[in-house]
């Protein structure tokens, strides 16, 4: 199978000639280019898009002014519950087994930071007396 692939890079290779400056790069991916597609060079074609258009977008046309705080809220709600349906819950075993890495790691940073502040608070005793 790679000595397939192999061969196709060869013959790709003697077969295609590879452009030797930038502009004909450039050619050689604008005449890649679909043509529906807007160039960047200026051709914005945004004339061609209003005329054919005529018309506001929809979901601007029927906007409401405000929305009521109670309907915000509501809204605000139903897009926490979607969110928290995405969520993949911990097992309670897993549960059980973070809970009890996080409790041993805070118990050996208190430990450390009590000692480093123990050492500290003894030798500004031991230099100021």
């Known amino acids: 199978?790679?000595?397939?692939?192999?061969?196709?890079?060869?013959?790709?290779?003697?077969?295609?000639?590879d452009p030797s400056g930038a502009a004909a790069r450039r050619d050689r991916r604008a005449s890649a280019r679909p043509v529906g597609r807007k160039?960047?060079?200026?051709?914005?074609?945004?004339?061609?898009?209003?005329?054919?258009?005529?018309?506001?977008?929809?979901?601007?046309d029927g906007r409401q002014g405000r929305v009521s705080p109670f309907r915000k809220i509501g809204r605000f709600l139903r897009e926490v519950v979607a969110e928290l349906r995405k969520v993949i819950w911990p097992t309670?075993?897993?549960l059980v087994t973070y809970t009890f890495v996080v409790l041993v790691f805070v118990s050996v940073?208190?430990?450390?930071?009590?000692?480093?502040?123990?050492?500290l608070a003894k030798g500004v005793l031991w230099l100021f007396g």
């Open 109 to 119: 940073m208190v430990a450390f930071i009590s000692l480093v502040d123990l050492g």
């Open 39 to 60: 160039g960047r060079s200026g051709e914005s074609g945004s004339a061609r898009t209003t005329e054919s258009k005529g018309r506001p977008t929809p979901s601007r």
């Open 1 to 17: 199978m790679s000595e397939d692939r192999d061969h196709e890079r060869d013959e790709a290779r003697d077969g295609a000639t």
């Open 92 to 94: 309670r075993k897993s």
